[in-house]
């Protein structure tokens, strides 16, 4: 297994969840990960009912930690959230869901946004519920570009979307909406279940493969599970990646002890804990 520096690892509190966000901040401070990406969910940050005086007491206990948030992923997957929706009601709430997203996120501090694509039906037309997601893609990606934040889109599995599920898909996807503000984040399980490998990546998406979700299969920790991991860190580390690999750990079978598996992840990575 090839090694990563510390300095480009991430951690991130979505197995935290039983936990106070205090505990994951004081948890990488004990495990030396100078760097979080933040789940916005409940019960630690929900988008709809963050106030923003919330949102700077937050940005302080990060900064007192002196801990760098290089990125801000609001749930979208579990939530009734879908830019894609052909509900109006849906698709408008899903769309100002993002817009004060990137609000919350330029207050943090940070200046990276991570999305999905959203979905459609399955018993109607893939373009129609593609259409909708551009559009709200466009408005979002302005929104962003107001505040000078780069909002990172990522393909997902099958069972999570029918809209961008590979690396072309999601190539296509950024060059219809041609914002410099709209780029993409790989994680390795989609990437995997798509047959496709960090070369793939690199060589469809170029400097627009700007943020990665480093993890093993189904999720879980570097070490866990079956993925070729080693095989990505070459990948990686042969096209001068010099972004962040983001631990994003989602299995509940970590739920009860979150930090074990980030020590062990750590090991696998060859960092010392």
Same mark, same amino acid.
């Given at each position: 297994?090839?090694?990563?520096?510390?300095?480009?690892?991430?951690?991130?509190?979505?197995?935290?969840?039983?936990?106070?966000?205090?505990?994951?901040?004081?948890?990488?401070?004990?495990?030396?990960?100078?760097?979080?990406?933040?789940?916005?969910?409940?019960?630690?940050?929900?988008?709809?009912?963050?106030?923003?005086?919330?949102?700077?007491?937050?940005?302080?206990?990060?900064?007192?930690?002196?801990?760098?948030?290089?990125?801000?992923?609001?749930?979208?997957?579990?939530?009734?959230?879908?830019?894609?929706?052909?509900?109006?009601?849906?698709?408008?709430?899903?769309?100002?869901?993002?817009?004060?997203?990137?609000?919350?996120?330029?207050?943090?501090?940070?200046? !990276?946004?991570? !999305?999905?694509?959203?979905?459609?039906?399955?018993?109607?037309?893939?373009?129609?519920?593609?259409?909708?997601?551009?559009?709200?893609?466009?408005?979002?990606?302005?929104?962003?570009?107001?505040?000078?934040?780069?909002?990172?889109?990522?393909?997902?599995?099958?069972?999570?979307?029918?809209?961008?599920?590979?690396?072309?898909?999601?190539?296509? !996807?950024?060059?219809?909406?041609?914002?410099?503000?709209?780029?993409?984040?790989?994680?390795?399980?989609?990437?995997?279940?798509?047959?496709?490998?960090?070369?793939?990546?690199?060589?469809?998406?170029?400097?627009?493969?700007?943020?990665?979700?480093?993890?093993?299969?189904?999720?879980?920790?570097?070490?866990?599970?079956?993925?070729?991991?080693?095989?990505?860190?070459?990948?990686?580390?042969?096209?001068?990646?010099?972004?962040?690999?983001?631990?994003?750990?989602?299995?509940?079978?970590?739920?009860?002890?979150?930090?074990?598996?980030?020590?062990?992840?750590?090991?696998?990575?060859?960092?010392?804990?």
């Amino acid at each position: 297994m090839n090694k990563v520096h510390r300095s480009q690892l991430a951690g991130m509190n979505e197995h935290f969840r039983r936990y106070s966000l205090d505990f994951f901040l004081d948890s990488m401070v004990k495990l030396g990960i100078e760097n979080i990406e933040l789940w916005a969910a409940s019960p630690h940050l929900y988008i709809e009912d963050v106030t923003y005086s919330e949102v700077g007491r937050i940005r302080k206990e990060i900064e007192r930690r002196q801990l760098q948030l290089i990125c801000v992923t609001p749930e979208q997957c579990i939530y009734p959230v879908n830019i894609a929706a052909r509900e109006p009601n849906v698709r408008e709430r899903s769309i100002h869901y993002f817009l004060k997203s990137i609000e919350v996120t330029s207050e943090l501090g940070a200046n !990276m946004l991570q !999305m999905v694509p959203g979905k459609g039906y399955f018993d109607e037309s893939v373009e129609e519920a593609w259409k909708r997601s551009r559009e709200s893609l466009e408005t979002i990606a302005k929104k962003a570009e107001s505040l000078d934040i780069t909002v990172v889109l990522e393909a997902l599995e099958l069972k999570e979307s029918n809209l961008i599920t590979n690396v072309s898909e999601l190539k296509r !996807m950024l060059n219809e909406v041609g914002s410099s503000h709209l780029q993409a984040v790989i994680d390795t399980c989609p990437m995997a279940a798509a047959g496709e490998t960090f070369a793939d990546c690199f060589r469809e998406l170029g400097k627009d493969l700007r943020h990665i979700h480093f993890v093993d299969s189904s999720h879980l920790a570097p070490g866990d599970g079956t993925l070729p991991l080693s095989q990505y860190l070459e990948e990686i580390s042969r096209h001068n990646y010099n972004g962040y690999l983001t631990l994003e750990i989602v299995s509940s079978r970590y739920i009860s002890d979150p930090v074990k598996p980030l020590e062990n992840a750590l090991l696998c990575l060859g960092v010392s804990v």
